[in-house]
């Protein structure tokens, strides 16, 4: 059944999630193409070539404003689809809509834990889309800039291969973090990919699990959703970084005083540990509400 209750799920959401990823497609394209401006700019001064007032001032505006509309769009897509989820799954289970929700022959676990699942898998994949755009668009500005005068030598050395330098830039810049800061980078890479892919499912949690403590008042219950989901994540970040200097903090006394070194990456798995604990405890949370305390008046 539960299934059926996601794949239910999923016909409400895709049209708005693909609108959205196609929104981001188009402003990574445009943005891909106005990015590699600035090179050419610096190309054709750096050849000798005159360079009037409204070509320069042409390329730097729509440098800017293509800079501008791609934040504003970032901006758009994840708050956008934040308010349209937590819209939705409100709607779905504590309106007029939720009574036929909660009417069907499934538990109010299974209804609950399919919109985590939906919802958190369609932030995923907009998560995803975010990070290939912001790739796209860091290739496209380093083509343009290390194509012009002394900089064209650097790719010299590289076949003209932007990937093969970025990988190379990266690898230096990790053994800098790996050296300076005592962070081992496999470790590190490992739990940044698994807050990358879990982190979705946990915001899901926190954002509807607060629109179900939400339920708990008699009056305006939407509004007081939204501001659980508000205390909940300005509380989840003061013990996230209250845990993170005691922890550095301890580290450091305990370097100073009997050489022992603590893991720079321990901060990082606390941190982790800390988000699921959060979703873990939101999760039960909701349970007991919607079997135990839920009224849909």
Request: aromatic share 12%.
């Given at each position: ?72 769009m970032l901006l ?164 996230g970084s209250t ?55």
């Amino acid at each position: 059944m539960l299934g059926k209750l996601m794949k239910y799920e999923w016909k409400n959401i895709w049209r708005a999630g693909t609108l959205m990823l196609l929104g981001m497609f188009v402003v990574t394209v445009i943005g891909c193409v106005v990015l590699r401006m600035p090179g050419g700019l610096v190309a054709e001064i750096a050849d000798g070539n005159d360079i009037n007032a409204a070509q320069s001032w042409f390329v730097v505006s729509s440098f800017v404003a293509t800079l501008i509309l791609y934040v504003i769009m970032l901006l758009a897509s994840t708050w956008g689809m934040l308010i349209f989820l937590g819209i939705r799954f409100y709607r779905s289970m504590y309106t007029d809509e939720g009574y036929l929700s909660h009417t069907l022959p499934v538990t109010a676990n299974q209804l609950f834990l399919s919109k985590v699942l939906v919802s958190g898998a369609w932030y995923l994949f907009l998560t995803i889309g975010i990070g290939i755009s912001v790739m796209a668009l860091v290739v496209s500005l380093m083509t343009g800039l290390l194509n012009v005068g002394e900089l064209s030598g650097v790719m010299t050395q590289y076949n003209g291969n932007i990937w093969e330098f970025l990988t190379d830039a990266f690898y230096e810049i990790g053994r800098a973090y790996e050296d300076e800061m005592g962070i081992n980078l496999l470790h590190y890479g490992i739990t940044l990919l698994l807050t990358y892919v879990v982190g979705p499912f946990i915001t899901m949690v926190t954002l509807f699990g607060a629109l179900t403590i939400g339920q708990l008042s008699s009056k305006h219950k939407g509004f007081m959703g939204i501001l659980a989901y508000a205390g909940v994540t300005i509380l989840s970040s003061i013990i996230g970084s209250t845990v993170q200097s005691a922890f550095m903090f301890g580290k450091n006394v305990m370097s100073s005083q009997s050489g022992i070194s603590v893991s720079a990456n321990s901060v990082y798995d606390i941190n982790v540990i800390t988000s699921l604990l959060l979703a873990a405890i939101m999760y039960g949370v909701s349970y007991y509400i919607m079997n135990k305390k839920l009224n849909l008046d």
